[in-house]
């Protein structure tokens, strides 16, 4: 796999040979796959997350001699999305705890629901669940997945897209995200917060930082300042897709000074909040 540019062709060829996330489909046969989708389709027996992925991905990639159906793909995601997601809010118990676990466990459907519309040009909606599923930290995503998904969102480049009108923290020179000020600069994180922030009514940030890459848009555009703050403040340029697939190019003003005795307490972007499966919840305290 060396030197292959990766593409929606080189990628569906991968997955006719190796099909899955990682490990979890090798040795997989026909035969088992054929046992499977009767229990699924036929007996409407109850199946695994992981069963489940083995019923979609031949109907994307036509594995097992099945026919490629993205539109029966993309229903069946769906109503697994939708049956589980109904199943757990209903609980009495739902809390948040609860809430981080579903995100957990739809983790791989958001993955698939990525790979469906990557194969049906909507690279939008592809670049939304793409990132959903990976900010879990739950999946085990091989090298030429994790490169295809890189493929993805570098298509969003190629769109026409529009700069948000955002107000309030983060998205006005006078009122950054960040740090509340002081003496000392921490250059690094702003790639840290800003990956990690979700939108309160479900928007993405599409940004990533991963162990060896950054996946998506997230870049340093320059440094400026403001009357009212005292540091110099850095302009970042990210996208963000909210949960009806519109997607805008935002910039973003940061504060990267801090006091060497504070709790390194941030700021948040108007509208967004941590999320806990991140990390920068952990190394940094959110304040209103």
Same mark, same amino acid.
């Given at each position: ?139 085990? =995503? &091989?090298?030429?997945? %994790?490169?295809?998904?890189?493929? #993805?969102?570098?298509? /969003? *480049?190629?769109? $026409? ?56 848009? =997230? &870049?340093?555009?320059? %440094?400026?300042?403001?009357?009212? #703050?005292?540091?110099? /403040? *850095?302009?970042? $340029? ?51």
């Amino acid at each position: 796999m060396f030197g292959i540019k990766m593409n929606k062709e080189e990628f569906a060829n991968m997955q006719r040979m190796f099909p899955g996330f990682s490990t979890e489909m090798f040795g997989f046969s026909k035969e088992e796959y054929e046992e499977l989708k009767l229990r699924g389709d036929v007996r409407r027996e109850p199946i695994t997350k992981d069963e489940v992925c083995k019923l979609t991905f031949p109907l994307i990639f036509g594995n097992f001699g099945c026919k490629i159906d993205l539109d029966k793909a993309e229903r069946e995601v769906w109503e697994w999305i939708n049956g589980v997601t109904d199943y757990v809010k209903n609980d009495p118990k739902y809390d948040i705890i609860a809430e981080l676990n579903l995100k957990k466990y739809l983790a791989k459907a958001h993955i698939l629901l990525g790979t469906i519309y990557a194969y049906k040009d909507e690279y939008v909606k592809s670049a939304y669940h793409f990132m959903t599923g990976i900010k879990t930290h739950s999946v085990n =995503l &091989n090298m030429p997945y %994790s490169d295809f998904i890189k493929y #993805v969102l570098d298509q /969003l *480049d190629n769109l $026409q897209i529009e700069d948000a009108k955002l107000s309030g923290c983060g998205f006005e020179l006078d009122k950054p995200m960040g740090f509340m000020g002081g003496d000392f600069l921490d250059a690094r994180s702003a790639m840290e917060i800003i990956p990690d922030m979700e939108g309160k009514n479900g928007e993405v940030i599409v940004a990533f930082r991963g162990r060896t890459k950054m996946f998506g848009l =997230l &870049n340093r555009i320059g %440094s400026t300042s403001s009357e009212k #703050v005292s540091n110099i /403040l *850095d302009m970042y $340029q990210t996208y963000i897709i909210d949960k009806d697939y519109n997607i805008k190019r935002a910039t973003i003003y940061f504060n990267g000074y801090f006091n060497r005795n504070s709790e390194r307490e941030v700021r948040l972007a108007n509208g967004f909040k941590f999320n806990h499966l991140g990390r920068a919840w952990v190394l940094y305290k959110e304040v209103e």
